[in-house]
């Protein structure tokens, strides 16, 4: 399988066409694999649709950002059907109480598959912005695979990832919104640290450069990338492809899943299968 992962930048929309035609575009230039991944936040561009004073504000912004998401999933829906692809939308706020949840919505030829809502919250989502963490996991079993997603932060701990990679997960997608090279660094290396204690392959989609108009957006670093654990089997620095910092664009790696079982059961070292002993009591 060709598995794509986002490196996506934001733009302002005057109507619900224009950003029709961007995703249209950005699935268009990627369509050749089986797999696409944006961003979490991505969708945070629709804020846009409200006009100035509403996208610059970080509460009105969330609202009229779900207000677009019926029209949002049907274009996912109908470009995922039309290219006989799956892909992971990117993510934005959903209110199904009082305050939203953080939801990236997966999707397949045949339609709507399900939606993950991020784990853990970060600082300014729990203080700020006030978006609230939704627990529970799901595992995707798709024709590309098993498929979990880790939204941002929560690939920063590993015991969600490791819930997913004994539930049979292959692939993880990690989609991130991160506004430092710090911030970036951090998921990059948890989506690396994830891949290594797992061995499984992890699809990174960050956000990327400057968005002047919403103040939960305005800085954007990362870059894409696809990884795998190094163990003897994939290459040695355990990166199957990297885009450039800060670049908008596609990153786009085969993926043979019958690797992930031989990292599994016979790699150079079998972390996946040495886990219960990382969990021994403490001696003092």
Same mark, same amino acid.
């Given at each position: 399988?060709k598995?794509?992962?986002?490196?996506y930048?934001?733009?302002?929309?005057d109507?619900?066409?224009?950003?029709?035609?961007?995703?249209?575009?950005?699935v268009?230039a990627?369509?050749?694999?089986d797999?696409?991944?944006f961003?979490?936040?991505g /969708?945070?561009?629709? !804020?846009s649709? +409200?006009?100035k004073?509403? @996208?610059?504000?970080?509460?009105a912004?969330?609202? $009229?950002?779900?207000?677009?998401?019926?029209s949002?999933?049907?274009l996912h /829906?109908?470009?995922? !059907?039309?290219? +006989?692809i799956?892909i992971? @939308?990117?993510?934005g706020?959903?209110f199904?109480? $009082?305050?939203?949840?953080?939801?990236?919505?997966?999707f397949g030829p045949?339609?709507?598959?399900?939606?993950?809502d991020?784990q853990?919250?970060?600082?300014?989502?729990r203080?700020?912005w006030?978006? $609230?963490?939704?627990?529970?996991?799901r595992?995707?079993?798709t024709?590309?695979?098993?498929?979990?997603?880790?939204?941002c932060?929560?690939s920063e701990?590993?015991?969600?990832a490791r819930q997913?990679? $004994?539930?049979?997960?292959?692939?993880i997608?990690?989609p991130s919104?991160?506004?430092?090279?710090?911030?970036?660094?951090?998921?990059?290396?948890g989506a690396?640290?994830?891949?290594?204690?797992?061995?499984c392959?992890?699809?990174?989609?960050?956000?990327?450069?400057?968005?002047?108009?919403?103040p939960?957006?305005?800085?954007?670093r990362g870059?894409?990338?696809?990884?795998?654990?190094?163990?003897g089997?994939?290459?040695e620095?355990?990166?199957?492809a990297?885009?450039?910092?800060?670049?908008?664009?596609?990153?786009?790696?085969?993926?043979?899943l019958?690797?992930v079982?031989?990292?599994?059961?016979?790699g150079?070292?079998?972390?996946?299968?040495?886990?219960?002993?990382?969990?021994?009591s403490?001696?003092i």
């Amino acid at each position: 399988m060709k598995i794509a992962a986002s490196a996506y930048n934001f733009d302002w929309f005057d109507d619900f066409d224009a950003y029709r035609a961007k995703v249209t575009r950005w699935v268009e230039a990627a369509a050749d694999c089986d797999l696409l991944v944006f961003p979490e936040y991505g /969708a945070m561009e629709l !804020a846009s649709l +409200g006009g100035k004073e509403i @996208a610059s504000d970080l509460e009105a912004s969330l609202h $009229e950002v779900a207000r677009h998401e019926a029209s949002r999933d049907a274009l996912h /829906a109908e470009l995922a !059907a039309r290219h +006989g692809i799956h892909i992971l @939308a990117a993510s934005g706020p959903q209110f199904s109480g $009082e305050r939203p949840v953080n939801r990236a919505v997966l999707f397949g030829p045949d339609g709507r598959l399900g939606h993950q809502d991020k784990q853990i919250m970060t600082r300014f989502e729990r203080e700020n912005w006030h978006v $609230e963490g939704a627990p529970g996991l799901r595992v995707f079993n798709t024709p590309v695979g098993k498929l979990g997603i880790l939204i941002c932060y929560d690939s920063e701990f590993p015991l969600l990832a490791r819930q997913l990679a $004994e539930a049979g997960v292959e692939i993880i997608l990690t989609p991130s919104c991160t506004d430092t090279v710090a911030g970036f660094n951090r998921v990059r290396i948890g989506a690396m640290a994830r891949a290594l204690e797992s061995q499984c392959i992890v699809v990174h989609s960050p956000t990327v450069g400057d968005c002047d108009w919403n103040p939960a957006i305005d800085e954007n670093r990362g870059r894409a990338a696809i990884y795998a654990p190094s163990d003897g089997i994939w290459p040695e620095t355990g990166i199957l492809a990297e885009g450039e910092m800060d670049r908008p664009g596609w990153v786009k790696a085969r993926v043979d899943l019958d690797k992930v079982r031989e990292s599994r059961e016979d790699g150079r070292v079998l972390p996946f299968a040495h886990w219960p002993e990382s969990q021994a009591s403490l001696v003092i």
